[in-house]
């Protein structure tokens, strides 16, 4: 890959790029479900702006640019619901985004003490199932996304990390 990829939180400088990344990447869940309003193709810059600055954020970078993201937030329950991860097409099947899920959950379970760890995918999004299983993440239910599209919920204990690929 020439260049190492670095995963770090993310800043302020960060969010425009993390909203272009996100726009670009969500196009093949949009084709899979035939609806191009899935959330986080309607999220606003100010949106994802704000969720740098109270949100666990996570970046992968290439040199200056961004090329991955994640972002976890602890919710009323204690759990941290995980969302939006996301690497660009061009440098998927690295391991990224396993790398991204790490990161993310260490931040969430050390800096803002989550116990558990809860992530949404689309029902029909099989990779991203594949991912999560392989990383520890069991099925617990199913919800309706705001967009109307049928989710899978997945959890994980904090601390019970499965070896990865
Ligand atoms: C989901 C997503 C973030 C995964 O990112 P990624 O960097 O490709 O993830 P990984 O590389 O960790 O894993 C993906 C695949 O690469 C494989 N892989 C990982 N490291 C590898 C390596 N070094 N060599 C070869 N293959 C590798 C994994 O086994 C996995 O294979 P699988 O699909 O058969 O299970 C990315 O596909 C994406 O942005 N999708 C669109 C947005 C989306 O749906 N996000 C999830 C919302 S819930």
Known sequence: MGMSVIISEATDQDAEQIFKLQYLCFQSEAALYGNYRIDPLVQTLDSVRQEVATDCVFVARLGDEVIGSVRGAVTEDGAASISRLCVHPRMQGHGIGARLLRAAEAALAEERGAK??????????????????????????????????????????????????
């Open 116 to 165: 558990k760890f809860r992530l949404h995918t689309g029902h029909r999004s099989e990779s991203n199932l594949r991912l999560y299983r392989r990383v520890g993440y069991e099925t617990v239910g199913t919800s309706e996304g705001t967009d109307g599209v049928p989710m899978i919920v997945l959890e994980k204990k904090a601390g019970s990390y499965a070896a990865t690929a």
